[in-house]
DNA sequence: GGTATTATTATACGCTTGAATAATAGCGAC
DNA sequence: GTCGCTATTATTCAAGCGTATAATAATACC
């Protein structure tokens, strides 16, 4: 009776592939077709071990929600440059891949449908979408303020949910639906809208 | 051995409650917890009626996800009037409940998760799609005209584009965290939206 | 009112699920 | 080297899954 032989990964690296695995086995399969022994069978282990990492499936699919959250976020909150280059940055990177891809929205209509069902990932929810439309507003505060035309922040909120908005639908329609766009048209849509809402030019 | 007693439902009437309670469940306990007892449980029935009005659990929930897109479409593509009123209608339709609620988005994400995994959903959820812009694009060429501005089909369909960007992207954030806005703030936010996106003023 | 039809219940079956447990292979310390 | 620790495998388990089947209660019909 040979075992298989295996390797000893060293500290988190496992935890992270996993975590990957489940990421992928719900884009690929749906959440209910992410099994842990699919998960297991993705990230190359047997599906005892998901128990050495995770208290439970739960748990670690839970974990894997802050994984997506947090790529969906942090490219955009990280935009660097003069005010209109950050906008222009912010809508353009949400707008094409990776972060616009369909199994970006896979993986994000898995989780927001389990969000009423869920307590744990209803918070992870709303700590991520108030982090996103809090760098929104702040963006479109130094923006504003930038071209003469300083907000106070009521107004900022209302810009911020309007091209929040505008942006996230753009991205399903992206995402559920790039055969039915041009190279760059939904960017181009995107700038062009938001010009319109704010009355200012963004590109020089 | 005496069993339950039980009502004999006329043509049709039990399909539409299973139907139904499919969507309860989904909406409730997501697609893995919408179980073939737990549906019938919600529809006042036994399991085993289910595969009597329907081929598998599968196509039950086909047609469940078919329910969902028409009550999200139907009210929004029968607004009458003149256009700016039928465009006004379709914003406020889209952004108040019944359309906008937890209930709605938690089974749009439900199945939107599902349309990558499952060629059946994915015919249905085109289909649905693409009727619904057709029918946003139709209204909008029809308010340009009547403000003398009428547009080309290319302009119309980039109009489209972004206005059911920012009317989907508003829906899911009234669906998801309806409780940080105001009555009615949405819908008010979208309206002048929608006016700066076109330059033109939609309520007199 | 008896009879045929069928919608519905009740029960059972084979499979998959997440989890628990025991055995063991890899690897660093000495 | 070999010893000790633990990450990993292998195996098992009970519960729950969708489905199949047979018995039966409700209704329509004559």
Known sequence: MNRRSF????EGERR???IEATLDCISEFGLKGATVRQIAVRAGVTAGLVRHYFESKDQMVAEAYRAVIASLTEKAKNVEGDPATRLKDFIAINLTEP???SRSISLWAAFISQVRVDPVLA???RDGYLA???AL???LGDFLAANGRPAGPEECRRYAIAINGLVDGLWIEGCLAGDLFREGELVSIAMASVEALLGLRIEK
């Open 132 to 134: 996103f439309r809090n």
């Open 137 to 139: 507003q702040e963006l």
């Open 123 to 125: 918070e992870i929810h």
């Open 99 to 101: 972060v616009a891809d």
């Open 7 to 10: 390797y000893r990964a060293p």
């Open 16 to 18: 992270q592939e996993l």
